[in-house]
């Protein structure tokens, strides 16, 4: 029963991405609704992205701006993201930005 509510422990390894600032914004409006943080918001988006393989490439303008941000990530979630991008040759950068595109867009 705890599965569907938690997840396991494990560890978490210190990784900055760069993510598009209104995505970014997006994950710290879900944090007000949410008992989640940043780093948990994140995390999710990429777990569901890991899960799914959604990968839908989205058109980027020359306006998007990004930020690097610094992120506790699950050690699983690196190691999805690393053989989604040795699978489909999107790079992680990329990968992140439709991981939380994909879970505020659906």
Do not use: P
Request: net charge neutral.
């Amino acid at each position: 029963m705890f599965d569907k509510y938690f997840w396991k422990r494990e560890k978490k390894i210190k990784r900055n991405y760069d993510i598009e600032v209104s995505l970014f914004e997006k994950m710290k409006q879900a944090t007000e609704i949410y008992d989640a943080g940043i780093a948990d918001i994140f995390n999710a988006c990429v777990k569901e992205l890991i899960h799914s393989e959604n990968i839908k490439l989205y058109e980027t303008k020359e306006t998007d701006l990004y930020e690097a941000h610094t992120f506790y990530i699950l050690e699983s979630n690196v190691t999805g993201l690393e053989k989604l991008n040795a699978k489909y040759g999107v790079s992680i950068r990329r990968l992140v930005n439709i991981a939380i595109r994909n879970a505020f867009e659906t």
